[in-house]
Antibody, heavy 113, light 113 residues
Framework: EVQLVESGGGLVQPGGSLRLSCSAS????????MNWVRQAPGKGLEYVSA????????YYADSVKGRFTISRDNSKNTVSLQMSSLRAEDTAVYYC??????WGQGTLVTVSS | DVVMTQSPLSLPVTLGQPASISCRSS???????????LNWFQQRPGQSPRRLIY???NRDSGVPDRFSGSGSGTDFTLKISRVEAEDVGVYYC??????????FGQGTKVEIK
């Protein structure tokens, strides 16, 4: 059974940092591009970041470029998103997504004072 | 980035009746490899999105055959032949041809009349 389990969400003050992690199982992790997609409360889906299967290439949406860093560890089947200089508009549920085949349950990040 | 435009954004339907959602892209989604990477996702209330359709018309495993996808180039359609109560939710089209980034439509909310 495919599982993607996100962790690390929570309440953080504006300007703060947070690290999200995603643990994967049930599929060949090192063959998949991994993505982070977010959904602000009551809103649609927004693509945030991606990393190639070998970790050699990364992509960031303009809205997070320079503030977020994606990484992966294929030996541990994990992908992470380091978020810094957080803003209120980063408040969302963050989904870990294997290519676009498999989605995690999401982790809520709330940026508020 | 490619812009994906869905219509309608709200779709009240009667149980047992058909439903249709349109998705239009700002540029052709035919990839250089000949494939068209157009996906459809369903997000039920309180749940993560799940993919229903990939490459325009291919149903994912476990997706009922009342769901079908069609289209080409820049115009695509998701059809539900007979709407059931469990189909309530928001449906998103998403292109993966001009990646990164993958871009989502705004979402279409399907509800029962």
């Amino acid at each position: 059974e495919v599982q993607l389990v996100e962790s690390g969400g929570g309440l953080v003050q504006p300007g703060g940092s947070l690290r999200l992690s995603c643990s994967a199982s049930g599929f060949t992790f090192n063959k998949y591009i991994m993505n982070w997609v977010r959904q602000a409360p009551g809103k649609g889906l927004e693509y945030v970041s991606a990393i190639s299967s070998d970790g050699g290439s990364t992509y960031y949406a303009d809205s997070v470029k320079g503030r977020f860093t994606i990484s992966r560890d294929n030996s541990k089947n994990t992908v992470s998103l380091q978020m810094s200089s957080l803003r209120a508009e980063d408040t969302a549920v963050y989904y870990c997504v294997a290519y676009y085949d498999y989605w995690g349950q999401g982790t809520l990040v709330t940026v508020s004072s | 980035d490619v812009v994906m435009t869905q219509s309608p954004l709200s779709l009240p339907v009667t149980l047992g009746q058909p439903a249709s959602i349109s998705c239009r892209s700002s540029q052709s989604l035919v990839n250089s490899d000949g494939n068209t990477y157009l996906n459809w996702f369903q997000q039920r209330p309180g749940q993560s999105p799940r993919r229903l359709i990939y490459k325009v018309s291919n149903r994912d495993s476990g997706v009922p055959d009342r769901f079908s996808g069609s289209g080409s180039g820049t115009d695509f359609t998701l059809k539900i032949s007979r709407v059931e109560a469990e189909d309530v939710g928001v449906y998103y089209c998403m292109q993966g041809t001009h990646w990164p980034p993958g871009t989502f439509g705004q979402g279409t909310k399907v509800e029962i009349k």
